[in-house]
């Protein structure tokens, strides 16, 4: 794969990355909790696609979403953080290109792939023409609102760190906090999908992107019952945001806390649970997490359409109550899978994951740089 290369590398922190490739040290649990956040993101999308086209769908699957939706953006961010700080110093200038550019690429790419995809999707709808679906994916597109803002957001994060450089900067930190404060308890109202988390998640990227070393070193040391105590609080500050999420001024206040109890709750409880029978998915799913994060809003709604000619009415359908009570699952595994066997099949495809490789050689990074680099991060 010496053509995605660039691609190899950005998904270090945010997409493909096999085990045997990661090198020596790369804690394989970032995988794991790459692979639960990525699964938890098509979990939530596959409700809003079923409601979107008319099914019902059971209400505790929305109750979890809302909760997940505590954890798996936030820390997503604060991986994809882990290795920047690295990265430049390992490429120096062809951080740019490796980094912040191919992330740019690759949201141009998709959203291209997206205008051809989407209107093929909504000339099968009954509600919905080509022409329609053309308009309002360039709308959504323009306004920063498509399924593709992780993908710029990533790329304004990665040039701003760029900028920025590897050692802690206290006024970005506590500007980024106040960002954070500004956004996630709802004192604005929703300027568009991807501005709101762009201005949510900046705060974890930087610690991510600053911290890393710390918190790898916290997660492997951490004991049974400091980490136990860490699911305590985050439980604790979701039963004190749920019943005031509609309160007026406490609503917000509330919503502060569970992102930044879950976070580490979660990190704590996936590095654990890593390796053990059962959660092979995880780590698999996890080291392409940045295809399925791309693929799997084609994917849904193709499934769905394609569903939508069979089933004319979903309200009257003898599918309703099936798909009421299991729909939402169901969907997330074909999903899923369906995005595995793409990303497979187009892996060593030119330009679908990543930029070329840049023709010169990486910077080798000595054992004593990372201790310096990690000693100046503390």
Avoid at 17 to 30: F, I, L, T
Avoid at 136 to 157: G, R
Avoid at 335 to 352: E, F, K, N, S
């Amino acid at each position: 794969m010496a053509q995605n290369h660039s691609a190899h590398e950005t998904t270090v922190s945010a997409g493909r990355m096999s085990s045997s490739s990661s090198g020596a040290g790369r804690e394989q649990w970032m995988d794991t909790v790459k692979g639960a956040a990525i699964v938890l993101v098509v979990f939530g999308h596959s409700i809003g696609v079923l409601t979107q086209w008319g099914w019902d769908v059971f209400g505790g699957w929305s109750q979890i979403n809302v909760l997940m939706g505590q954890w798996r953006m936030p820390v997503f961010m604060l991986v994809a953080g882990f290795f920047v700080t690295r990265s430049m110093t390992k490429y120096g200038k062809r951080f740019w290109r490796l980094r912040p550019l191919n992330m740019v690429w690759l949201y141009v790419f998709w959203t291209a792939v997206y205008f051809v995809a989407y209107p093929v999707i909504g000339a099968i709808s009954r509600g919905r023409t080509a022409g329609e679906m053309f308009a309002l994916i360039v709308e959504k597109t323009l306004l920063f609102d498509s399924y593709l803002w992780f993908l710029l957001a990533l790329a304004i994060y990665y040039a701003v760190q760029g900028l920025l450089g590897t050692k802690p900067v206290p006024w970005a930190v506590a500007l980024a906090f106040l960002v954070f404060l500004y956004f996630v308890p709802g004192m604005v109202d929703e300027v568009s999908w991807g501005t709101n988390q762009l201005g949510t998640n900046w705060l974890f990227f930087l610690v991510g992107a600053w911290w890393s070393q710390n918190i790898r070193s916290w997660v492997a040391q951490i004991k049974p019952w400091q980490g136990v105590m860490w699911c305590v609080v985050c439980l604790a500050a979701i039963l004190l945001w749920m019943p005031t999420r509609d309160v007026p001024v406490l609503q917000h206040f509330g919503g502060i806390l569970p992102p930044l109890t879950a976070v580490p709750a979660g990190l704590w409880v996936l590095s654990r649970l890593d390796g053990k029978p059962g959660m092979g998915w995880a780590r698999y799913v996890g080291t392409r997490s940045l295809s399925v994060y791309v693929l799997h809003p084609i994917v849904l709604q193709l499934l769905i359409a394609a569903l939508s000619v069979v089933v004319l009415d979903p309200t009257t359908s003898a599918l309703a109550t099936p798909v009421t009570w299991i729909g939402v699952p169901v969907l997330m595994v074909i999903a899923l899978l369906i995005c595995l066997v793409i990303q497979r099949l187009t892996d060593r495809v030119p330009y679908v994951w990543g930029l070329p490789a840049p023709r010169t050689a990486p910077k080798r990074i000595t054992g004593e740089e990372v201790t310096a680099q990690t000693n100046a991060n503390r």
